[in-house]
């Protein structure tokens, strides 16, 4: 009898974390998907030079609430929302690097999602140099 009562209570300790393990899981998969981006890259001719692409952001919460839109580049805000669950972004961006854009709360450094802007070259740098001798 001692058996079956431990062996039950094994069983109900091993439902009780995988119960745990899954919530965990799903509420980190609430905050995916909160931010996205297009395009997701930005394609410049040389590594190293300035690409410019107009960018379109897009968002969404599960609560109203006083968000704003902040990149990589700089310290303040992109756009703010008032009481808003959804929200939209366009502009021109010019970056040499990648760059990441993120939802906070206003008054907040809680980043409620991010989104990359990748720099992709048609032609990387060449680290060799030009004036190497070559014998034929």
């Not at 009898?1 to 965990?24: C, D, E, G, P, Y």
């Not at 379109?56 to 303040?76: A, D, K, P, R, V």
């Not at 939209?88 to 690097?97: C, L, N, T």
């Not at 048609?122 to 014998?135: E, F, G, I, P």
Request: with cysteine; charged share 20%; proline share 1%.
């Amino acid at each position: 009898m001692k058996v079956h009562s431990k062996a039950t209570k094994s069983l109900n300790i091993f439902i009780v974390f995988v119960i745990s393990i899954l919530s965990i899981n799903a509420s980190a998969s609430e905050t995916e998907g909160v931010i996205s981006i297009s395009p997701k890259q930005c394609i410049a001719l040389n590594q190293g030079s300035l690409c410019y692409v107009d960018i379109e952001i897009t968002w969404s919460l599960q609560e109203q609430g006083n968000y704003c839109l902040f990149s990589s580049q700089q310290e303040s805000s992109l756009q703010c929302w008032q009481g808003k669950r959804v929200g939209d972004f366009a502009r021109e961006i010019v970056a040499k690097d990648n760059v990441v854009f993120s939802l906070k709360p206003q008054n907040s450094k809680i980043i409620l999602g991010s989104a990359k802007l990748e720099m992709a070259w048609v032609y990387k740098k060449n680290n060799r140099s030009h004036s190497t001798w070559r014998m034929f």
